[in-house]
């Protein structure tokens, strides 16, 4: 019984299989036929090229996404440079895009870095006010 059923799941699963490389399959030469029409065969292959590396790339995060170890936990004494050099590690585009603006900010507006060194001075002595109280 138990293996009549798993025979049964395994013929499912080879059936939706071959459903989906016939979508595929399907679907390229669409593409292709009509890419072809205005812009060449060549043409017509390379956009069915692209868009299948595409489809690559976006199923190879998806399943790089779910493989990555969970995130620890943040400790309440972990400085706020500690922070940002983990979401740096984490994200260097976003970091990097984040450093461009903050750059671009600092040289329209000067006066925002004596703001930005007196709170980073002030959230500094903040914290060890709060650790020396915990010893």
């Given at each position: 019984m138990i293996v009549r059923k798993a025979l049964a799941l395994v013929a499912?699963?080879?059936?939706?299989?071959?459903?989906?490389?016939?979508?595929?399959?399907?679907?390229?030469?669409a593409l292709y036929a009509l890419v072809r029409i205005w812009l060449g065969p060549a043409a017509g292959a390379a956009a069915?090229?692209?868009v299948a590396a595409l489809l690559a790339l976006v199923l190879a995060v998806v399943a790089f996404r779910k493989v990555q170890p969970g995130r620890r936990r943040r400790s309440d004494d972990e400085s706020m440079a500690?922070?940002?050099i983990e979401?740096?590690?984490?994200?260097p585009?976003?970091?990097?895009?984040?450093?461009?603006?903050?750059g671009l900010i600092l040289?329209?507006?000067p006066g925002v870095?004596?703001?930005?060194?007196?709170?980073?001075?002030?959230s500094r002595a903040r914290d060890s006010g709060r650790r020396d109280k915990r010893r």
């Open positions: 499912a699963i080879a059936a939706m299989a071959a459903a989906a490389a016939v979508c595929v399959v399907a679907a390229a030469f069915v090229a692209i500690a922070r940002l979401l740096a590690r984490d994200k585009i976003i970091a990097a895009g984040a450093a461009v603006a903050a040289v329209r507006n870095v004596g703001a930005v060194v007196s709170a980073a001075m002030a």
